[in-house]
């Protein structure tokens, strides 16, 4: 199962350049392992080209190095300290994508302008307020995570129903059930940010109708979701 696991980590981490989210090394992909409580992380500074499974490295709950001979991201105690606080994700992504960065350099969030967004979040992409000096000089990646998971309190924002946020004058992370899905809400928050400087641009500020919001959202997400394709017989 871990061995399953550090190949699509591997495979997600390579994903990230493959469609443009992270040049150079500048980005990280997870996985976790709920039964075992192991995360799989993409170690620090290895180019993605020349990323191999066994290069990924494991890592528990505390942030302890469980298997690998590599040192993990210097982001990994952001992604522990998400996985620890939304226990229904399976996978995390971090990036400095263009346009999402932009947003959070701004420490602008994403509104929902339109059905895109809509298909993809219930709402607005947070940011994060900058850190304070204290913050980033002692245990600044929990800290990271730690603002994040605050601001989601503060706002009363489902983690489940908005999959990504801005961390100010830093840049996105993206989470979803598995690795491959984080990587996808990645991409997809890159669009929508992308989306949303347009759109200003041409001079719109208000977000979409509550209503088309309520409607695009939950006909793919909701309960009685009717996007997609059903399994045979079902």
Not at 43 to 69: C, F, H, R
Not at 212 to 224: A, F, I, S, T, V
Request: contains cysteine; negative net charge.
């Amino acid at each position: 199962m871990l061995e399953k696991l550090k190949e699509d980590v591997c495979r997600a981490n390579k994903m990230l350049a493959e469609l443009g989210l992270a040049v150079f090394t500048w980005g990280n992909a997870s996985g976790i392992d709920r039964k075992s409580g192991l995360v799989a992380i993409k170690p620090s500074g290895v180019p993605y080209d020349a990323l191999t499974p066994d290069d990924i490295v494991l890592l528990d709950l505390n942030g302890k190095k469980a298997e690998g001979n590599r040192n993990p991201s210097t982001d990994a105690p952001t992604h522990i300290h998400l996985y620890n606080s939304f226990p229904s994700i399976g996978g995390v992504v971090h990036t400095h994508s263009r346009w999402a960065t932009v947003r959070a350099q701004a420490g602008k969030p994403i509104p929902p302008y339109g059905t895109t967004h809509a298909d993809f979040a219930f709402g607005f992409i947070p940011c994060t307020r900058a850190l304070t000096k204290a913050q980033v000089e002692s245990d600044y990646e929990l800290n990271t995570g730690r603002s994040i998971t605050r601001l989601f309190g503060e706002l009363g924002i489902d983690y489940k129903e908005v999959p990504a946020a801005l961390a100010g004058s830093h840049g996105p992370f993206a989470w979803g059930g598995d690795c491959m899905e984080a990587v996808e809400h990645a991409a997809v928050l890159e669009e929508v940010a992308m989306l949303a400087w347009h759109t200003e641009a041409l001079g719109r500020t208000e977000p979409i109708e509550p209503y088309l919001l309520e409607k695009h959202y939950q006909r793919k997400h909701g309960p009685g979701a009717y996007y997609g394709q059903k399994e045979s017989g079902r």
